[in-house]
């Protein structure tokens, strides 16, 4: 550790507003997608996962890898998910010691429900103070950034 160089004035402040401005959104997001929807921001997330994947269905390692959840995390996830009718648990027509998460008719109904409220506060909390080129920003470094972190798991 002594060799590590500490963080200048200026990285310092960028690192603190990424992190507690990331955490105040999620948060938020969460905060007002329970309330109006019942569902979590996870929820959410899988149901998105899912809803773009073909025929609506997922290997439990791909949802874990993409939400970066532990396994045990992302059982417990879809576990409760399940029990609401969200989604179906199956083993994998090609691999029967994996299984795979199925987006049911009642989860893409309540992602369907969800998302203009979702989409309309995610615009409200971020995009609205955002120009085009921040936007740009934001896209590129986080994109570079998830990328190097999955390459280094």
């Known amino acids: 550790m002594s060799d590590t160089l500490p963080l200048n004035g200026a990285e310092l402040r960028a690192w603190r507003a990424v992190i507690d401005g990331s955490w105040h959104l999620q948060t938020r997001l969460d905060d007002e997608l329970r309330a109006d929807t019942g569902l979590s921001i ?3 997330h899988v149901l998105v996962l899912l809803s773009e994947a073909p025929q609506r269905r997922l290997r439990m390692g791909e949802i874990a890898s993409r939400l970066v959840f532990s396994p045990s ?3 417990y996830q879809i576990s409760a998910m399940e029990k609401r009718g ?8 090609d ?3 994996g299984s795979e998460a199925v987006l ?5 109904d309540q992602l369907r429900r969800a998302a203009p409220g979702h989409l309309t506060a ?3 909390y971020l995009m609205d103070d955002l120009d085009e080129a921040e936007t740009e920003v934001l896209t590129r470094v986080f994109t570079r ?4 972190l999955r390459q280094t798991r």
């Open 145 to 148: 950034l998830q990328a190097r």
């Open 42 to 44: 996870s929820d959410y």
């Open 73 to 75: 995390r992302l059982t």
């Open 104 to 108: 049911t008719d009642e989860g893409l």
């Open 95 to 97: 691999d029967r010691r």
């Open 86 to 93: 969200l989604v179906r648990r199956q083993p994998c027509p």
């Open 122 to 124: 995610v615009r409200r």
